[in-house]
T-cell receptor, first 115, second 108 residues
Framework: GAVVSQHPSRVICKSGTSVKIECRSLDFQATTMFWYRQFPKQSLMLMATSNEGSKATYEQGVEKDKFLINHASLTLSTLTVTSAHPEDSSFYIC???????????FGQGTRLTVV | QKEVEQDPGPLSVPEGAIVSLNCTYSNSAFQYFMWYRQYSRKGPELLMYTYSSGNKEDGRFTAQVDKSSKYISLFIRDSQPSDSATYLCAMNTGKLIFGQGTTLQVKP
């Protein structure tokens, strides 16, 4: 399958700081990237969908000013958690897809801990 | 009603058993179905991708879609301890919609 690289895999930050997570499609051009959040023993919760060159579409209840998503190129999307708080601690996962009706591939995930 | 329903388990089977994992969905417009495997603290790994009704086989894995019943299945033959993971079904409809995931444990 195609490769999606997510970085960093783990990050610990202080409350009030911002953290940037990168998601790269290494061997294909991703017209769409998805960002998910996953709590322990729960399924993936879609946060937002981003199409290259367009503003991200956020799911209901997700604060767009807190979770900034940029999809500036066909191989890179970033999620910035601004003014992080301990309740933002979670496992964040990105997914990338080449075309609408094709498979989506996932990154390895980023475990964020806010202290 | 959730768009995709999946029994979270856990499901425990002996090594070598045939495993059946299932999801039901409510939207008859769904046409693309996927199964992912997720190990603890890792991103999901795509196992199978199917379109419309029918069966698809890949090694020990068989994905089955019954659109008339809005029911999809993943069968694992000759299950191994390394198959122990959470299995997520997903529907591709512009965005991905996931089931809750079924935790599978294969005991040696």
């Amino acid at each position: 399958g195609a490769v999606v690289s997510q970085h960093p895999s783990r990050v610990i930050c202080k409350s009030g700081t911002s953290v940037k997570i990168e998601c790269r499609s290494l061997d294909f051009q991703a017209t769409t990237m998805f960002w998910y959040r996953q709590f322990p023993k729960q399924s993936l919760m879609l946060m937002a969908t981003s199409n290259e060159g367009s503003k991200a579409t956020y799911e209901q209840g997700v604060e767009k000013d807190k979770f900034l998503i940029n999809h500036a190129s066909l191989t890179l999307s970033t999620l910035t958690v601004t003014s992080a708080h301990p309740e933002d601690s979670s496992f964040y996962i990105c997914s990338a897809r080449a075309e609408r009706d094709t498979e989506a591939f996932f990154g390895q995930g980023t475990r964020l801990t806010v202290v | 009603q959730k768009e995709v329903e999946q029994d979270p388990g856990p499901l425990s089977v002996p090594e070598g058993a045939i495993v059946s994992l299932n999801c039901t969905y409510s939207n008859s417009a769904f046409q693309y179905f996927m199964w992912y495997r997720q190990y603890s603290r890792k991103g999901p790994e795509l196992l199978m991708y199917t379109y419309s009704s029918g069966n698809k086989e890949d090694g020990r894995f068989t994905a089955q879609v019954d659109k008339s019943s809005k029911y999809i299945s993943l069968f694992i033959r000759d299950s191994q301890p390394s198959d122990s993971a959470t299995y997520l079904c997903a529907m591709n409809t512009g965005k991905l919609i996931f089931g809750q995931g079924t935790t599978l444990q294969v005991k040696p």
